[in-house]
C-alpha cells in the first residue's frame, strides 16, 4: 500500500520562526512535489522536485525553500514564517516509471501563524 | 487564469439524489485525474480517464472524458453521506507530468 508522510498534522508557529515541514513516501518515487491548498483557491504547486538534490519552482516560491537529500524525503522550509503562509501544505508523489500524471498525496498539515 | 474550471463550486443535496460535477477548459489534455478529499485529509485519485470519449464507473460514480479531451464529468447516482467531500479535477498540461489542478467542488450529502 503506497504511503506519504507528512510530519506533523497540525503546527502552530510565531511571525518570524523558521518552519520545517518534512515529508516522506515509501513507493520509491522519483518526483515530489509541495503544494498549499486555501478555500477558494484550490492546490497551488510551491516547488517540485524530480530527483535527489534537484528543484524547480512552482507558482509560489516566493518565501519558501525546499530541501532533497534523500530519495524518499522532500523538505519544505519557511524561512522567516508570516501570517499570510497560514494554510494547509500538502505533499505528494510521482513516478516517471507509472503514471505520471497521478499523484499521491499526504494527509496534510495545517500551519497556523500567529 | 483558471485552465481547469470546475462547477459547480458548491453542492448541497439530500441523500438519494443524483448529481453531475463539470471540470472544463479550452486546453487539450492528454488525461484527466479525479480526486476526492475529505475534510483534514490530502486528496485521494479516484480514476484517471485518457480516451476521448471514455467513461469509467466505479460503482455509483460514473465518469467521462470528452471526446476533444478537454472537458471530464463526474456524476454520482443515488447520493449517499459518504461521498461527501471536495472533488478535484486535474490534468498535465501540454507535455508536462506536473497536473493542473481545478478549484474543487464541495460536496455534503445530508441524512
Known amino acids: 500500500d503506497v504511503k506519504v508522510t507528512q510530519s506533523s498534522r497540525y503546527l502552530v508557529k510565531r511571525t518570524g520562526e523558521k518552519v520545517f515541514l518534512e515529508c516522506v513516501q515509501d513507493?520509491?518515487?522519483?518526483?515530489m512535489f509541495w503544494y498549499r491548498q486555501d478555500p477558494g483557491l484550490g492546490l497551488r504547486l510551491i516547488y517540485f522536485?524530480?530527483?535527489?538534490?534537484?528543484?524547480e519552482k512552482g507558482d509560489i516560491p516566493e518565501g519558501y525553500s525546499v530541501s532533497r537529500e534523500k530519495k524518499e524525503r522532500f523538505s519544505l522550509i519557511l524561512e522567516s514564517a508570516s501570517t499570510n503562509q497560514t494554510s494547509m501544505y500538502l505533499c505528494?508523489?510521482?513516478?516517471?516509471?507509472?503514471?505520471?500524471?497521478?499523484?499521491?498525496f499526504g494527509p496534510g498539515t495545517r500551519l497556523t501563524v500567529l | 487564469t483558471q485552465l481547469l474550471e470546475q462547477s459547480p463550486q458548491f453542492l448541497s443535496i439530500q441523500e438519494g439524489e443524483n448529481l453531475t460535477v463539470y471540470c472544463n477548459s479550452s486546453s487539450v489534455f492528454s488525461s484527466l485525474q479525479w480526486y476526492r478529499q475529505e475534510p483534514g485529509e490530502g486528496p485521494v485519485l479516484l480514476v484517471t480517464v485518457v480516451t476521448g470519449g471514455e467513461v469509467k464507473k466505479l460503482k455509483r460514480l460514473t465518469f467521462q472524458f470528452g471526446d476533444a479531451r478537454k472537458d471530464s464529468s463526474l456524476h454520482i447516482t443515488a447520493a449517499q453521506p459518504g461521498d461527501t467531500g471536495l472533488y478535484l479535477c486535474?490534468?498535465?498540461?501540454?507535455?508536462?507530468?506536473?497536473?493542473?489542478f481545478g478549484r474543487g467542488t464541495s460536496l455534503i450529502v445530508h441524512p
Open positions: 486535474a490534468g498535465p498540461e501540454g507535455g508536462s507530468y506536473i497536473p493542473t
Open positions: 513507493m520509491d518515487h522519483e518526483n
Open positions: 522536485s524530480y530527483d535527489v538534490k534537484m528543484k
Open positions: 505528494a508523489s510521482s513516478s516517471p516509471r507509472g503514471r505520471t500524471d497521478t499523484q499521491y
